[in-house]
Nanobody
Framework: QVQLVESGGGLVQAGGSLRLSCAAS????????MGWFRQAPGKEPEFVAG????????YDADSVKGRFTISRDNAKNTIYLQMNSLEPEDTAVYYC??????????????????WGQGTQVTVSS
């Protein structure tokens, strides 16, 4: 089992920045692909970004390319999502997810085996 805890959400004006963090605990000696998803009110969950277990590969949704950057620090068992040039359309609950290496959920943008509880991001216009 892997436990994921997100932090860093909040309220920001359009054009502003936030950095989300996701700390993993539990069976973290195993290697995991990790990623971020979001869900806005009344909408389906949406893939945002993913990163391979060693950080060599990243995957971004078209809607956030050039604005959001995913990264990871395996020494701290933590991934990050740097969000710049935020727009009101980015308002959502952001969830961290993890998949064992070899699983395709995050790479394909469909989901992960493990999930955090989510952190709210609100962008005001």
């Amino acid at each position: 089992q892997v436990q994921l805890v997100e932090s860093g959400g909040g309220l920001v004006q359009a054009g502003g920045s936030l950095r989300l963090s996701c700390a993993a605990s539990g069976r973290t000696r195993s290697t995991y692909t990790m990623g971020w998803f979001r869900q806005a009110p009344g909408k389906e969950p949406e893939f945002v970004a993913g990163i391979s277990w060693n950080g060599d590969s990243t995957y971004d949704a078209d809607s956030v390319k050039g604005r959001f950057t995913i990264s990871r620090d395996n020494a701290k068992n933590t991934i990050y999502l740097q969000m710049n040039s935020l727009e009101p359309e980015d308002t959502a609950v952001y969830y961290c997810a993890a998949d064992p290496v070899g699983a395709r959920g995050i790479v394909d943008g469909t989901g992960g085996r493990y999930w955090g509880q989510g952190t709210q991001v609100t962008v005001s216009s």
